[in-house]
C-alpha cells in the first residue's frame, strides 16, 4: 500500500470516529443528518499529526485518536468563528448559525468541545488537561483578534494572535504524539514544527480572503476586510507609503457605510493583489517553511519526515 492510500485509510477512519461520537449523542439534542457540518474539511490537522506521527515512529492508531480530537476542537472553533462572523458558508455547505441559528450553533460549538475533551482521555491521562490549556490559548487568540478590530496592527501583534488562534492547535497534536511516541528530548523541535506548521496555515488562510472565491474556499471571502480585522497582507499594504492613506480610507469607510456594500472591500483587496501584497505574505509563508528543515531534520524516521517537510513546504501555495 503506498504512503497516499494509507493515509486516506486513516482519514476515512478518524472521520468515522467522529460520526460515531456525534451518533452517540441522542438525535433530540443533535442530529448530523439535519445540521449538516463537515467535521473533517481539508484535514490539515490530521494530515499533518499522521505524517508527524510516522516521522517519530507513533503508530497510526494513536496517531488517529490525536487527529480526531484535534479536528474536532477546530470545528467547534470553526462553529463558533461563524457566529461571531455571521458567516453564511462553511466548507463549502451553509455554515450552522445560518441553518440551525445562532443559538443552536453556539451551543452545538460548546458541546462538540466537551466531546473532544471526553475522547481525549482515550489518548493519555494527561491530553485533556493539555487540550484544555491549548483551548485557553485559542480563545485568548480570538480574543486578542476581537479586541483588535477596527485597529491597525503591526506585524509582531498579527504573529501572536496567529500563534495562539491557529499555532497552538497544531503544537498540541506535535507535543501529544512526541509524548505518545516516547521521544521527550523531541518536545522543543516538535512544539516549533507545530507552531510554525500553523502560523504558516493561517497566513495563507488570510492571503485567500484577499485571493479567493467562495466557491473554491467553501467559506465566504472578503470576510476579515468587512469585519475589520488586520491580517498580514493588509498589514504589508498598510506599510506601504504608497497604498496606506487609500486603503485607510477605504476602511473608514467600510466603518462607516451601507451594510453589505462590498465595494471597498473589493478595492482594497484589489490593492492588496495587484501590488505584490498577497504574494509577498505567500513568500513570507515559504520562508517559514524553510525554516522548519533543521528541526524535521531531526525526527527518527527520514522517510516520513521528508513526506512531512514536502508537506509543509507545499502549503504556501496553497489555493483553497
Not at 485509510?9 to 445540521?35: F, M, P, T, W
Amino acid at each position: 500500500m503506498n504512503n497516499a492510500a494509507h493515509l486516506d485509510d486513516s482519514l476515512e477512519r478518524i472521520n468515522r470516529a467522529i460520526e460515531d461520537l456525534l451518533d452517540a449523542v441522542g438525535k433530540d439534542v443533535y442530529d448530523r443528518n439535519r445540521g449538516s457540518f463537515n467535521f473533517l474539511g481539508k484535514a490539515t490537522r490530521s494530515r499533518f499529526t499522521l505524517m508527524l506521527s510516522d516521522a517519530l515512529g507513533l503508530d497510526r492508531a494513536a496517531a488517529e485518536r490525536i487527529s480526531a480530537a484535534a479536528e474536532l476542537t477546530h470545528a467547534a472553533s470553526l462553529m463558533h468563528d461563524d457566529c461571531i462572523d455571521r458567516a453564511a458558508l462553511r466548507r463549502g455547505v451553509p455554515s450552522l448559525n445560518s441553518s440551525m441559528g445562532v443559538n443552536a450553533a453556539i451551543l452545538l460549538g460548546d458541546l462538540v468541545i466537551s466531546i473532544a475533551l471526553d475522547y481525549s482521555s482515550r489518548i493519555s491521562p494527561g491530553a485533556p488537561v493539555d487540550l484544555v490549556r491549548t483551548i485557553r490559548r485559542m480563545t485568548e487568540g480570538a480574543l486578542l483578534e476581537e479586541n483588535s478590530r477596527r485597529r491597525t496592527l503591526n506585524r509582531t501583534e498579527a504573529e501572536r494572535i496567529m500563534r495562539l488562534k491557529t499555532g497552538e492547535l497544531f503544537r498540541w497534536c506535535a507535543l501529544t504524539a512526541c509524548h505518545a511516541a516516547g521521544k521527550p528530548e523531541l518536545y522543543g523541535s516538535c512544539g516549533a514544527i507545530g507552531e510554525g506548521t500553523g502560523i504558516i496555515f493561517q497566513i495563507i488562510d488570510d492571503v485567500l480572503d484577499f485571493e479567493g472565491e467562495a466557491g473554491l474556499t467553501g467559506k465566504d471571502v472578503l470576510m476579515d476586510i468587512t469585519e475589520g480585522r488586520a491580517t498580514l497582507p493588509l498589514i504589508m499594504a498598510l506599510e506601504d507609503g504608497r497604498f496606506s492613506g487609500p486603503i485607510t480610507e477605504e476602511l473608514r469607510s467600510i466603518g462607516n457605510g451601507v451594510k453589505g456594500d462590498l465595494s471597498p472591500a473589493l478595492r482594497i483587496a484589489s490593492i492588496v493583489r495587484d501590488n505584490g501584497f498577497a504574494a509577498a505574505a505567500r513568500a513570507l509563508a515559504a520562508e517559514r517553511a524553510a525554516a522548519l528543515d533543521e528541526e524535521l531534520s531531526r525526527l527518527p524516521e527520514a522517510e516520513a519526515s521528508g513526506a512531512l517537510r514536502a508537506f509543509i513546504r507545499a502549503l504556501p501555495g496553497r489555493t483553497r
